[in-house]
């Protein structure tokens, strides 16, 4: 991750102007206010080891608190920029793809279902397709579990989830579907991280125009983070 050393840092306020007057859709002005406003970037360090992860935390806006207009307007331009492949279903990791996988779903002209794949296997499951996952978050692995006679052969798929971070969530779905004999058209986020997700899914097979993202962080530090189109690091309100 890069740390562009000479680029000045604005204040909150100024970041925000910065972000009102740039030439970013609302979608990405309504997003990128929200990240300075009222998420926070800081180190944790992991239990039982030597390492530290670095969290963004968009709890009060997109993933345990939804910002409704916030998230009406990130699915309508989510939608209108993966409508070329006309997926027949979407497909999510529980919980924070869900909300963004039905706002996309309703802006897409066909509506096509969403399916979130559940952590373990519930009971109303009796034959599954299956993947271990690792939770970071969470600090476990966990098995991502979608129903066979949810999944069929030969639907194409359309990948969603909060974040584009390593990459691994979207390649466990990506073998679900697999294992489902479906195909991925399309992978979409609403924020990509500088963790080398992308790199990992071309890698895997997938062209820079499969993968979208409604907002890219070119870096990210404690207290602050550069956003891709901006020539300065902006920092966030919340510590």
């Known amino acids: 991750m890069d740390d562009y050393p000479d680029l000045p840092i604005l204040s909150p306020s ?16 309504l997003l990128a206010s929200s990240l300075v406003s009222q998420a926070r970037s800081f180190e944790f360090a992991v239990k039982d080891s030597n390492n530290t992860l670095l969290i963004l935390d968009v709890t009060h806006f997109l993933n345990h608190r939804i910002n409704s207009k916030l998230i ?7 939608a209108e920029a ?5 997926p027949s279903l979407i ?17 897409l002209p066909a509506k096509p279902d969403v399916i979130y794949a559940p952590k373990g296997m519930p009971i ?26 949810c999944l069929p052969e030969g639907a194409t798929i359309a990948i969603c ?23 991925v058209v399309t992978l979409f986020f609403v924020i990509e991280k500088p963790f080398g997700g992308r790199q990992k899914l071309v890698d895997a097979g997938f062209s820079n125009e499969q993968i979208v993202s409604l907002i890219t962080i070119d870096s990210m530090r404690p207290g602050k983070m550069k ?13």
Request: proline share 2%; charged share 20%; net charge negative.
């Open 72 to 78: 009406e307007a990130i699915g309508e331009e989510l």
């Open 124 to 149: 109303t499951m009796t034959d599954a397709y299956q993947a271990q996952s690792r939770s970071y978050t969470h600090g476990k692995t966990v098995d991502l579990t979608v129903a066979k006679d």
């Open 227 to 239: 956003l891709k189109g901006f020539d300065a690091w902006f920092e966030l309100i919340r510590k």
């Open 14 to 29: 100024q970041s925000l102007e910065a972000i009102s007057s740039s030439s970013l859709s609302r979608a990405q002005k």
């Open 161 to 183: 989830d909060d974040f584009l971070d390593t990459g691994k969530t979207a390649l466990d779905l990506i073998t679900i579907t697999d294992q489902a004999g479906a195909r």
């Open 82 to 86: 993966i409508a070329i492949f006309n």
């Open 91 to 107: 497909l999510t990791a529980p919980s924070s793809g869900n909300i963004p996988a039905i706002a996309t779903a309703l802006h």
